[in-house]
């Protein structure tokens, strides 16, 4: 049923206006909330910070009319949540205890903590390492790793380089977890608002795949621009494209920052973006680091890279430049319909979210300008720096934690937060242990790269075999948290759902149907469960915001 204003009106505008004073209060004595790093409008032109309110005015089948999407990098389920809601509480780090009523979740049971089918048990890991090795999430690999049983970790999802993240006890890490002593905001929105126990990768495979599959559900359609011959074709390369479908990662072919090194790639197909376009729906991927390109006398155009000086543990060292932006993660890119490959920005804060010459994909900044100036996007999703994006190797969780909580605070004061629902989640497992063994809804027949159901398989004789091949899915199992006033407190669902579960959740609060050609939006779980909409008729109170300390994790006084 389509959600319209009726005769509980007047309650919904209190209920906003009670939101706003809260939310100025609270604004006026925790200055320190707002990021000052990309959560600002500091580096935009004074002539760009008028704009008036463009927020598409269309109808919702729910009272959502604003998603924002937090895609973060390369973490399991377990290795976040696995022993949820239960925290070890050592002396020197902050304290977590959950609510007596805190629901049960499928996670990592005694027999799995101290008699695991690995080679290795789960380990426990604290706020102390700051970088970790990153573990291997190839397409294979992880099929290899679960082997049927999820007991083939550290054989085949260990770290694969540099050398010295190769001996024993690397590999044994893969099978670490950190509890909410260490990821203590995410297991406090746990608490506060709905989270899912039963959320899928759509496919195996690294973060390119991950980040395809949230915008279009669908890894096929992947072509070489400029293959180089005689190992390449424009469909076909050995190892990253294979008969047109994508299982590595890869630069995209519209975008100024992609390493021209190799051979770039571009996406055919329709994406939510041409959907959204379709209906007029605004929207827009912002990125840190999403600056500019240069253009030099002879016309030609080359990347502005931006980043901080920090550890990166693939080249041994703290003085990498670890670049805020990197185009592979910028998944719009690899469709020319949705790119903006210079870099250039919106003509005008009042252009967000429409079509113009920055074809909706934007610096962070231009969000929260967007934001201030009430002309908030229907759909946002947020990229964040490389340095807080969780990916190991180069991040670590407590950086991706300053990140999340000072969004989620920021965004939780807005004047739309009562529309408003911030979605977490993940591109892919990172290579990291999950003891559930991923449901087969997708096979393929690969002998060369298919290993999930023996070699060559993905699947079994019973099991209906797709139009693509190298599409076998579900892959990992990833963290999923959605804040929001009308989310379910409290709460863990347990529908099985992927990440086109969340894209498909925006094609349907918009009316935009499906984006076609067997994508896997058509099979995904509805993520609806994890609401309760029925308030606003039951005159019931909304989630209240939840503000914590970005270092911490913990709650903070709102007083």
């Not at 048990?121 to 999430?137: E, F, G, K, L, Y």
């Not at 993240?165 to 977890?177: P, S």
């Not at 000072?406 to 807005?414: D, E, K, M, S």
């Not at 004789?461 to 009308?486: H, K």
């Amino acid at each position: 049923m389509l959600f319209s204003h009726g005769n509980n009106l007047l309650f919904l505008y209190l209920l906003l206006a009670t939101t706003i004073i809260l939310s100025i209060l609270i604004s006026s004595n925790n200055n320190w909330l707002i990021s000052t790093a990309e959560a600002t409008t500091n580096n935009l032109p004074l002539s760009m910070l008028d704009g008036e309110n463009n927020t598409s005015n269309t109808i919702t089948t729910t009272p959502i009319k604003h998603i924002v999407i937090l895609y973060q990098e390369n973490i399991s389920f377990d290795h976040y949540f696995g022993t949820y809601p239960n925290a070890k509480n050592p002396p020197g780090e902050p304290k977590f205890v959950a609510t007596p009523d805190t629901p049960p979740i499928n996670g990592l049971n005694s027999i799995l903590l101290y008699q695991n089918p690995n080679s290795a048990d789960p380990v426990r890991m604290d706020r102390s390492p700051a970088i970790t090795c990153s573990m291997n999430h190839g397409y294979t690999a992880e099929q290899s790793a679960y082997h049927g049983r999820a007991d083939k970790f550290v054989e085949y999802a260990g770290p694969p380089f540099p050398e010295f993240c190769t001996d024993l006890e690397n590999k044994q890490l893969v099978m670490g977890y950190y509890d909410g002593n260490t990821v203590t905001a995410l297991w406090n929105y746990a608490q506060h608002f709905s989270m899912s126990d039963n959320f899928f990768g759509t496919t195996y495979g690294p973060s390119v795949l991950g980040h395809i599959n949230l915008i279009s559900g669908n890894t096929h359609g992947a072509y070489i621009v400029n293959p180089m011959p005689p190992y390449e074709t424009h469909t076909h390369d050995g190892s990253r494209i294979i008969n047109g479908t994508l299982i590595a990662d890869r630069d995209p072919a519209f975008d100024d920052c992609s390493n021209s090194t190799y051979s770039v790639m571009a996406m055919e197909g329709k994406n939510i973006g041409n959907l959204l376009n379709a209906k007029s729906i605004t929207w827009g991927w912002f990125s840190a680091g999403f600056i500019p390109s240069i253009k030099t006398a002879d016309g030609q155009w080359h990347c502005s890279f931006t980043g901080i000086q920090a550890y990166d543990i693939f080249n041994g060292n703290n003085n990498t430049q670890i670049y805020h932006y990197y185009p592979d993660v910028a998944p719009f890119q690899f469709y020319n319909s949705t790119s903006n490959p210079h870099h250039l920005p919106p003509t005008s804060i009042s252009m967000v979210g429409h079509t113009d010459q920055a074809n909706h994909q934007y610096n962070m900044s231009y969000f929260w300008a967007a934001a201030k100036s009430a002309n908030m996007p229907a759909v946002s999703f947020l990229k964040s720096p490389t340095f807080q994006d969780a990916h190991a190797g180069f991040s670590n969780p407590l950086d991706e934690q300053i990140y999340l909580v000072n969004t989620i605070n920021r965004l939780q004061q807005l004047p739309q937060w009562n529309e408003t629902a911030i979605i977490i989640t993940y591109d892919d497992s990172g290579g990291w242990y999950d003891h559930v063994m991923p449901p087969i809804v997708g096979s393929s027949k690969d002998l060369q790269f298919d290993r999930i159901s023996g070699i060559g398989q993905c699947g079994n004789a019973t099991t209906t075999i797709g139009p693509f091949q190298d599409r076998c899915g579900y892959g990992p199992r990833l963290p999923m948290l959605v804040i929001s006033p009308w989310v379910k407190v409290n709460f863990v669902d347990h529908t099985l759902t992927d990440q086109t579960s969340v894209l498909r959740f925006i094609e349907d609060n918009w009316n935009l149907g499906r984006t076609g050609n067997n994508s896997y939006d058509e099979k995904a779980g509805s993520i609806l469960n994890m609401f309760d909409f029925d308030r606003k008729e039951q005159q019931q109170q909304l989630a209240s915001p939840l503000f914590l300390d970005p270092r911490t994790g913990t709650p903070i006084s709102s007083k």
